[in-house]
Structure formats: structure tokens, C-alpha cells
């Protein structure tokens, strides 16, 4: 009985059926669908945050900046002196405005200088494009644009700079709803270039290929370029992007609540957030 009994016990401890096996193996891929995507979620409104946070750190930079210099807000572009010989001073070379992000003068030198003077605290998690050094040293410093569509030639890219491209205090109304600052790879942003789909014609090559963010993702700014997009907004966060205002607050948009292609088309054009002075803007696209 000592025997029998004994081996009853080691048939019954022996091990899992396959059916048993196949249930678990079901199990634990219906828990891991189900958590995976939940932790990608929780992950990508970590990155969101994080990008917002320093989307409201350019902005009240550039608010003290402005209640520094009479009410004007840092220029996208100017004409200064640097080493003696003049030269293009982007928003973000500006000494002034970089002392409110406590960050050091940006320093002039060889590339590789320039290289290590990136902000690298103002690129966002999400953002693989600024992170590459080869795209660094082309020239991209951080992970947000400046809006600068009030300014954009209609051929060419440019600002003008024999003028103060950069708004007022006094002159912005609605401030809750005007762009300051949103998540690009270019120093600056315009509305055009927010275009996702290639719904304009200058977005379409001569094969009939339609190019913007859909198909061109985070690609590199020089890509973006080649493909008629100066200054592209990035819709990296789930198909939006970041959206900084002129009063200080962010907020999170969807692509075609960023760019909707019927007000651009429209005649005259709406260009809603993307323009502080309407009339300045018609002026100098027309």
C-alpha cells in the first residue's frame, strides 16, 4: 500500500497537460495585449509632459524677454555682429533670450564647438530627430520652432531681417490664441509647412507624389526640405504635436487641428492661430 500510495502521488505531481500549457500561454498573451499598449500610452504621456514642460519654458522665456525690451518679444531673426562681421542671429542664438533659459552664450568656433553648445535639455523624448548628431551639426538645436509665418517670403524661406521680425505685446490680441512655439526640427515653424498630408500643391513633386509628415515622419530637416517644407511642424506625439500660445499656456493638438487644409485653401486664406496681425500678413503674401 506504502508503494501504491507513492506512486499515485508522483502521477498526480508529474506536470502540466498541454491543454493546461496552451491556457496559460493564452493567458499571458491576452495580459501582455493588454499591457503593452496601456505602458506605450503611459510612456508617450510621459514624453508628452516632458515636451510640454519645456514648451512652457521658451514661453515664459520669450514673456520675460518681452517685458525686458519694452514689449517686444525675442526676434525669429535679426542681423547682428558677431566676431566683427554680421551675421544671421536665430531666436535661439539670441544672448538675451538664452540667459532666461540659463544657458551660456552661444558660442561661435568650428562645428564641432557648436556641437557640444546644443541645448540638449530642451529636446523632447520623443524627438529622434535632434538627438542625431549628424542632424545637430547641420544646424538643428532643439525640437521646436519659432512662428515665423508672418514673415515667410513667398518665394524662398528667409525672414526678412532689415525689419524686427518679432510681434509686440500691444499689438497681439486673443493671445490665448495665437502660436508661439511647437514641436518641429527646424528653428522655425509656418503654417504651410504644417501641411501632414501633401494636401498643397507645393507639396507634391512632379510625379504626382504627395509629401508631409504622413509620409515623411521623423525624417531629418534636410529631407523635409528637398520636399518644399521650410520650418515643418512634427506631429510626434500620436499624430499631434505640442502647441505653445502667446499667453504661456500649452496645449496638446491633433495634426488636422493644427493644419486644416480647408482654411488654407479658402479665399481669403484663414490662417486662424498661425497669424498675430492679419492685415501685416495679407500685405506681405499678396
Not at 130 to 137: A, G, H, I, P, V
Not at 145 to 165: D, F, L, R, V
Not at 220 to 226: G, L, M, R
Request: aromatic share 14%.
Amino acid at each position: 500500500m506504502k508503494h501504491a500510495f507513492d506512486g499515485d502521488v508522483m502521477r498526480k505531481s508529474h506536470g502540466f497537460t498541454l491543454i493546461e500549457l496552451l491556457v496559460v500561454i493564452a493567458v499571458i498573451a491576452l495580459l501582455m495585449g493588454i499591457l503593452v499598449p496601456a505602458l506605450r500610452r503611459a510612456r508617450e504621456l510621459g514624453q508628452r509632459a516632458a515636451c510640454a514642460n519645456n514648451l512652457k519654458t521658451l514661453a515664459v522665456a520669450n514673456l520675460a524677454y518681452a517685458n525686458t525690451y519694452d514689449g517686444a518679444y525675442v526676434p525669429v531673426v535679426f542681423k547682428g555682429i558677431v566676431d566683427g562681421k554680421a551675421e544671421y542671429i536665430e531666436w535661439l542664438r539670441n544672448t538675451s533670450f538664452r540667459s532666461y533659459l540659463s544657458l551660456k552664450s552661444y558660442e561661435t568656433g568650428d562645428e564641432e564647438t557648436k556641437l557640444f553648445d546644443i541645448p540638449d535639455e530642451f529636446i523632447c523624448p520623443s524627438d529622434r530627430i535632434s538627438r542625431d548628431k549628424r542632424n545637430r551639426l547641420a544646424g538643428v538645436l532643439c525640437s521646436y520652432g519659432y512662428n515665423y509665418t508672418e514673415w515667410k517670403p513667398e518665394s524662398g524661406w528667409m525672414p526678412p531681417i532689415n525689419e524686427y521680425a518679432g510681434h509686440w505685446t500691444y499689438k497681439i490680441r486673443q493671445a490665448a490664441e495665437k502660436l508661439m512655439f511647437v514641436d518641429g526640427i527646424d528653428w522655425w515653424v509656418e503654417w504651410s509647412a504644417a501641411d501632414y498630408s501633401g494636401a498643397l500643391d507645393e507639396h507634391v513633386d512632379s510625379s504626382g507624389d504627395a509629401w508631409g509628415w504622413d509620409k515623411l515622419g521623423q525624417a531629418n530637416i534636410f529631407t523635409y526640405k528637398d520636399k518644399g517644407f521650410h520650418g515643418p511642424t512634427i506631429y510626434r506625439h500620436n499624430e499631434g504635436a505640442n502647441v505653445t500660445f502667446y499667453d504661456g499656456h500649452v496645449k496638446y493638438m491633433k495634426k488636422e487641428e493644427v493644419f486644416v487644409i480647408e482654411d488654407y485653401k479658402a479665399d481669403p486664406k484663414r490662417p486662424g492661430m498661425w497669424v498675430v496681425d492679419l492685415a501685416f500678413y495679407r500685405e506681405w503674401h499678396h
